[in-house]
């Protein structure tokens, strides 16, 4: 479930080594590095900084809607990151351990700023069933404008779900919801999202007087 992945963000460094998921987090860290970056070398911090600032910035993008908000998250991160990393046993991958900071840090803002109410009302007798993304033909500056269209919470579990691979129970515990609740605004939140993506920018249409 690609459809969802098409983001600018900050430029990366070098690239890493290849993703091994469709998350773009998905980012195998070898394990000197880490035990560098243990070691409180900066230049080891420095390199996962780069690997990782692009799919933490689009992560945080796509759930607070908005660029400073992103940013701050990216921040506070990696300052995270920094703080914690002697923490990390290896249970799970880095690249793991990372992006559930980054998704934390992401709905406490929008919980610190009340905008975490939102979603898309759901028939009781609709499906909730897993409805396809949309197709990737739209451009990152299209995606942005539909995402935005979408209550925050149908947003936020949406990318989770299709464009990170969370599974409805994990989201549903983030969201302190149910798995149902998780699978209905994947439902109706992609329809959604699909019409959003269909109808003209009346900014880039119609454009003579």
């Known amino acids: 479930m690609h459809s969802l992945q098409a983001t600018p963000a900050p430029a990366p460094g070098p690239p890493p080594a290849a993703p091994t998921s469709a998350s773009g987090f998905a980012i195998e860290v070898p394990g000197t590095l880490l035990q560098r970056a243990r070691a409180g070398e900066r230049a ?9 600032e692009r799919p933490t910035f689009t992560l945080a993008l796509r759930i607070c809607g908005d ?3 992103a940013a701050d998250v990216l921040q506070d991160t990696m300052l995270k ?4 990393i002697g923490d990390f046993r290896g249970a799970c991958p880095f690249w793991g351990w990372l992006r559930q900071i980054a998704v934390n840090e ?8 009340r905008r975490f109410e939102g979603h898309l009302d759901v028939d009781e007798h609709e499906p909730a069933g897993d409805t396809p993304p949309p197709s990737a033909a739209a451009d990152a500056a299209a995606l942005q404008r539909a995402l935005a269209g979408l209550p ?3 947003r936020s579990v949406l990318w989770l779900y299709h464009a990170e691979g969370f599974t409805h129970e994990e989201i549903g ?13 994947v439902s109706r939140g992609t329809r959604r999202l ?6 003209p920018n009346p900014t880039l249409t119609g454009a003579s007087p």
């Open 44 to 52: 080891a911090f420095e390199q996962l900084y780069r690997w990782f």
């Open 67 to 69: 660029r400073d908000t």
């Open 81 to 84: 990151m920094i703080d914690r």
């Open 106 to 113: 992401a709905l406490m803002r929008l919980r610190r700023g």
């Open 152 to 154: 925050v919470i149908t």
């Open 173 to 185: 515990t983030l969201m302190e919801r149910t798995p149902s609740f998780s699978k209905s605004q």
């Open 194 to 199: 699909r019409e959003l993506l269909d109808t």
